[in-house]
């Protein structure tokens, strides 16, 4: 026998143990003592809040889950399976459109709209509709136009990755009254 086949390495103490408990048929037994301690159980119940490792948890349907900052947008974003009002399957094209604006299926909305045209109040509902629509559109245009506003556009990077500056930049009080006239014409596009 050759003296490379010597075994040169010393058993550890729970190597031995578990090379005899599994000679024994013991296969599940412990070879080492492992020292811890075991986190008090606490117990919650449905709907409980309570806050854990700088996280907020609930219990919704039996499951513990973790509520973050964006639950409202994901539940607004979703659309149910069944429409709110009348109960039916939103299965059809237009009604995830029409649940986002109407929190309705498209049925529904056609129903409301038929009973509004059969009271004379549709033309009503129509011109608050758009009224709003154009609101919003000038809202949102102020935002850009301020926004823009407040951007330093004193330099340019070019496709090549040259960098170009830039001598004037934008007329402040030409973009106001350019913004006030089309406000102005926004306004009168209102019913």
Not at 152 to 158: A, E, K, P
């Amino acid at each position: 026998m050759s003296k490379d086949n010597v075994l040169k390495k010393e058993f550890a103490k729970n190597d031995v143990n578990r090379l005899r408990n599994l000679v024994q048929g013991k296969y599940g037994e412990k070879t080492q003592q492992g020292v811890g301690f075991n986190k008090k159980e606490e117990f919650r119940n449905e709907g409980d809040v309570w806050e854990e490792d700088g996280r907020k948890w609930t219990i919704k349907n039996g499951i513990k889950q973790n509520i973050t900052k964006f639950d409202k947008a994901k539940k607004a974003h979703v659309m149910p399976i069944f429409c709110p009002n009348c109960k039916k399957p939103m299965k059809k094209t237009f009604d995830k459109d029409y649940y986002n604006i109407h929190k309705k299926c498209f049925d529904c909305v056609i129903d409301f709209e038929h009973d509004l045209r059969k009271a004379g109040l549709f033309e009503e509902y129509e011109k608050n509709i758009q009224n709003a629509e154009i609101d919003g559109f000038i809202r949102d245009f102020k935002s850009h136009v301020e926004e823009s506003l407040t951007q330093d556009n004193s330099s340019y990077v070019t496709e090549a990755g040259d960098v170009e500056n830039w001598v004037g930049g934008l007329n402040r009080e030409r973009v106001l009254e350019a913004l006030d006239k089309t406000i102005t014409h926004l306004e009168k596009m209102k019913k």
